[in-house]
């Protein structure tokens, strides 16, 4: 898989589908975990996973990458003045898909972006999980905008946006095959699912929630943009 850099934040980056399912909850599957230590490290890379889940580093462990989950590395503990340490090859942290305002959700967002730019080296990768979720009047929570913009203000490159499904992909779409019964109450296995009538499976692919999670991947600059530039928005000759 090739990466490219966008200079501009108008440019859509390069786009991706995995599939990492299944979704167990935590917002990080293992198969997500084992892709983001694969495409973006190599041997000898130290790994930052600020998921609160560990898979990340758990994965990092196993294939001779160093990492680190300490309770320092995340957001909550950071003092306000403290220094950069720029430590990490490869940064992973979540934004949850949180019912509230959406300057709540910006500062949040600036939150994980500002911390995870503070530990992580030059030219090294943020990767940033955001599921999509629902407020209780059914509007659509999407993370993953927002966090784009205040990693883009930050300076930061956007080189890429996974889409990470959590759902197998079957026949007629999206979904897994369901345990369903008949008549007689014998259960369908899910090889027979595909020879089930249109609207019954169609059904089944419909029922699991959430599809996918967004990763949102961006690189730490080599060094720090011209201030004129970038607060002028001119570039360069």
């Not at 230590?37 to 890379?45: A, F």
């Not at 019912?99 to 030059?122: H, K, L, N, Y």
């Amino acid at each position: 898989m090739t990466h490219t850099d966008h200079r501009s934040a108008r440019q859509r980056p390069p786009l991706a589908v995995w599939s990492c399912g299944p979704d167990d909850g935590t917002a990080v599957t293992e198969r997500l975990a084992e892709h983001l230590v694969h495409e973006y490290t190599s041997r000898g890379h130290t790994i930052a996973d600020l998921t609160g889940t560990g898979k990340v580093a758990h994965h990092a462990e196993r294939v001779g990458r160093a990492s680190e989950v300490d309770a320092s590395t995340s957001p909550e503990f950071a003092e306000p003045n403290v220094r950069a340490v720029a430590w990490a090859d490869l940064t992973v942290t979540t934004l949850p898909a949180q019912d509230e305002p959406r300057r709540a959700r910006g500062r949040r967002a600036r939150a994980q972006v500002t911390f995870a730019s503070m530990i992580t080296r030059p030219g090294g990768v943020i990767a940033a999980i955001t599921p999509v979720g629902h407020a209780p009047d059914g509007a659509l929570i999407d993370p993953a905008p927002g966090l784009v913009r205040a990693a883009t203000r930050a300076g930061l490159v956007y080189m890429q946006h996974v889409i990470a499904l959590t759902t197998p992909i079957c026949g007629s779409g999206l979904g897994a095959a369901i345990p369903v019964r008949t008549h007689d109450e014998e259960r369908i296995s899910e090889a027979d699912v595909g020879n089930l009538p249109v609207t019954v499976a169609e059904a089944a692919a419909t029922i699991t929630s959430p599809a996918h999670l967004n990763v949102s991947v961006f690189r730490v600059p080599e060094k720090d943009p011209d201030p004129v530039n970038e607060s002028t928005g001119e570039v360069a000759a």
